[in-house]
């Protein structure tokens, strides 16, 4: 059994002029390092025969042959290995980098290791839940809480809601705006049979649930929600467009009778008014 020379290392350090710190820093190790091969002991290494191995790297960097490096164990000496039971020098070693993350580099600590891998793996998780669920974040901000009314998708959030007499109106346009309507030749006309009331007023009373909007000459437009018998006056100036998603679900009473829609009639309509006293021919 051969044990490290310590004066050997010491003497060709100091016969170079270098100091423990630059010696080490030049081989990637720590001071540690170099003091315990001169001064004796193992805390830095993980084993004798790691220290065996760092001390036949030091010896090159200082000039040193292989075999000036040890002296001859005494019996004693060699008892003290054998009790605690190291690996052997004359075992094959795995050479490694010492300027790498290795045995050899300067003091690893392994659990600081492996706590910096569990934050790469943490914050890897973490910028993957950001990507997935950015979209949906965004999407839910400019895309509230949808509840289906008559199989017509309405926000719940971000409206002005004032509900009379079973009437839930909102001040605000929706997505699917129903107001959303210009005047048209084609659009059917209809009017009172005979007029005993000024044309400024309409009155409706819906049969289902249903989105009711009315505009009048001046561009004004009503919009609300009628549930199931719910009814509604609203003024303006004549003539009224009035479009409503289920016609025939809608009475409308105009100048003082009940306008007569034919149930083949669907989307918008316009409401002309006739004079008071006057009627129009069947």
Known sequence: MHDIDKLVFLNARERLGLSR?????????????????????????????????????????????????????????????????????????????????????????????????????????ILLANIVLSPLVVYSFFNP???DIDNKLLPLFRRDIATVNGVTKSQIDDVFDICDIEDSELMPVFSATTASKQGDFIYMRSKVAQEICVIDVLKNKTKLTLDPGGDYSISGRPPFIINVKKLNGLDIYYQGGKIQIPVEVNGPISLKEIPVGGFVKQ
């Not at 002296?71 to 050479?95: D, F, K, M």
């Not at 690893?108 to 793996?121: A, E, M, T």
């Open 21 to 125: 710190e630059g010696l080490a820093k030049s081989l990637c190790l720590s001071s540690k390092h170099i003091r315990e091969l001169e001064e004796g002991g193992v805390s830095s290494f993980f084993s004798y025969a790691h220290k065996d191995q760092v001390a036949k790297k030091v010896a090159i960097k200082l000039g040193l042959s292989e075999e000036s490096i040890y002296q001859i164990n005494t019996p004693l000496e060699a008892l003290r290995y054998e009790n605690v039971g190291v690996q052997s020098i004359e075992e094959p070693l795995i050479e490694v980098d010492v300027c790498s993350n290795n045995p050899i580099a300067n003091e690893i600590d392994l659990g600081q290791s492996f706590s910096n891998k569990k934050k790469k793996f943490i914050l890897k998780w």
């Open 145 to 147: 809480l949808w509840e």
